[in-house]
């Protein structure tokens, strides 16, 4: 074999497993194979002067290269089994806690040190929430911000880059077991062997892991897809809370469906961004830790839960096809004032510029209401009148809305209490293990995985 351990992708959870591996037993030979590139490389071409949409880059820098998805997120690093992942069912509620903090020592160590831990313990928020409807999810959060996560990278890399293989551009097409035990990777017309393989791919590798599960047949169920619209309002207005809590995990039952619509991603003073998911534009956001940077909006994603039943089993293609809509109709994301929404009628680029809420993302103005099922959209809009009452303004007409936002779920892989699939050896985790959906819990997997080798060795 030419390598001890082989490790696919490196975001948070491919660089927790080698960081962990590197540290512990520096005489285990690691190899980390990137299809994106190095961190110092990864630039997006939109600058909103000349390059206003995505132009669909052969490596995506956002969502691809060292620091994977989360390299330019805002570095919210959620300490919670309430959210995130559900990486306690395999490993324990403990366990899982114990890692995360773990990894934040590590981030705090390496850069983090300055930045604020906030923590839903004890707020009196709780009780309005639950007051006016709405249910307040219990969490600590590190915030890093997109600049201090981008150091805590780069600190992280260099302490690394001497001790562990990594090749960057280098996407794996192809996986198989050598035979005798090991696994052979192949990236085009070159190939490396290991004796165990950690695949930590992420969301952007998601149509490739399904081809390696479907070729080594490992199990895999699929049927969840989060749709909403990410929302952009004066910061001021939510300030209580996010001074409080950087950002409130709010969840609301429907009273029209009894669906469940919840807040995700808060970015207090952030932009809010395009996201490029196998050429589908959606929306996202992200903040800024140094004040220089920061905006005076605040957004965040409020989102639905689609769960499918038999026999519909493609949940991604569906979330997939409203995107594709508003693609079709916006060549992009699309932008709508709230009073529009409201009023049935198309916001304008006139309508919006006279608002008070300047947008922080160059989208194309138009009706979400032709792009978001009718459920999903009363969702919304109940929800931003159920927030208004904790946090008021919410429902201005000024508010704006960016569409759509959606948050595809790996399928789930079928993994054992290892995160390790049927063939010895094969540990699947992250995000592309559909077991986890954010930085922390993916970084908790890699470092469990890593340590379940070492003590195999
Ligand atoms: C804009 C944005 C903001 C976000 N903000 C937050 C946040 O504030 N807090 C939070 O908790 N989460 C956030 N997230 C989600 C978070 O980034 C992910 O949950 C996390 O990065 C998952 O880590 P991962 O290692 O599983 O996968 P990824 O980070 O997706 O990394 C996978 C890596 O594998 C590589 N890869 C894929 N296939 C192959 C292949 N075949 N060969 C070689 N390499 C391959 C990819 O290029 C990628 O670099 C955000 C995501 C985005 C896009």
């Keep these: 074999m030419n390598y001890d351990v082989m490790i696919i992708g490196a975001g948070p959870g491919g660089i927790y497993s080698a960081y962990e591996l590197m540290t512990k037993r520096p005489d285990l030979k690691v190899l980390v194979m990137e299809a994106g590139h190095t961190l110092e490389k990864r630039h997006c071409p939109i600058d909103g002067e000349k390059v206003k949409t995505c132009v669909s880059c052969p490596s995506c820098s956002i969502m691809n290269g060292f620091g994977g998805a989360g390299a330019f997120s805002d570095g919210k690093y959620n300490i919670t089994n309430d959210f995130g992942g559900t ?87 192809r996986l198989e077991e050598t035979g005798d035990g090991g696994y052979r990777a192949f990236a085009g017309e070159r190939s490396w062997t290991s004796r165990d393989c950690i695949i930590s791919a992420g969301r952007s590798g998601s149509k490739w892991l399904e081809s390696v599960c479907r070729d080594l047949k490992i199990v895999t169920h699929s049927n969840r897809v989060d749709i909403g619209v990410r929302v952009e309002l004066p910061a001021v207005i939510f300030q209580h809370i996010t001074d409080e809590l950087y950002e409130g995990k709010i969840v609301y039952r429907t009273r029209k469906f009894e669906d469940n619509v919840r807040t995700f991603c808060m970015n207090p003073r952030g932009i809010v961004v395009n996201e490029n998911t196998n050429g589908i534009i959606t929306v996202n956001g ?136 049927t063939h010895r050896g094969l540990f699947i985790i992250g995000d592309g293990s559909g077991v986890t959906h954010s930085l922390s819990h993916a970084s908790a997997s890699g470092v469990y995985v890593a340590r379940e080798i070492m003590e195999r060795r």
Excluded at 148 to 164: P, S
Excluded at 367 to 393: F, H, N, T
Excluded at 398 to 413: A, R, S, W
């Design 87 to 173: 990486l306690y069912r395999h490993i324990g509620r403990e366990k899982a806690l114990e890692l995360m903090y773990y990894v934040d020592e590590i981030n705090v160590s390496h850069g983090g040190g300055g930045t604020q831990m906030y923590s839903t313990a004890g707020t009196a928020l709780k009780k309005v929430c639950m007051q006016n409807g709405l249910t307040l999810l219990e969490a600590s959060v590190r915030h890093l911000g997109t600049d201090i996560n981008y150091v805590v990278l780069e600190n992280l890399y260099n302490e690394m880059k001497d001790r562990v293989d990594f090749l960057f551009d280098t996407k794996v097409d």
């Design 286 to 421: 992200h903040s800024f830790e140094d004040d220089s940077r920061r905006t005076d909006n605040t957004n965040f994603a409020l989102l639905v839960s689609k769960h499918f039943s038999e026999p519909f089993k493609d949940s991604n293609g569906y979330g997939e096809s409203i995107a594709r809509l508003s693609n079709m109709l916006g060549g992009g994301v699309i932008v709508q004032r709230f009073g529009d929404l409201e009023r049935g009628r198309r916001s304008t680029a006139k309508r919006i510029l006279e608002g008070v809420v300047h947008p922080t993302l160059h989208a194309t103005p138009g009706d979400l209401s032709l792009v978001l099922p009718k459920r999903i959209l009363d969702g919304i809009i109940e929800m931003i009148y159920a927030l208004d009452k904790i946090a008021p303004g919410t429902a201005n007409d000024d508010t704006l809305l960016y569409g759509v936002e959606v948050k595809f779920y790996n399928m789930e892989v079928e993994l054992d209490q290892n995160l390790e699939t």
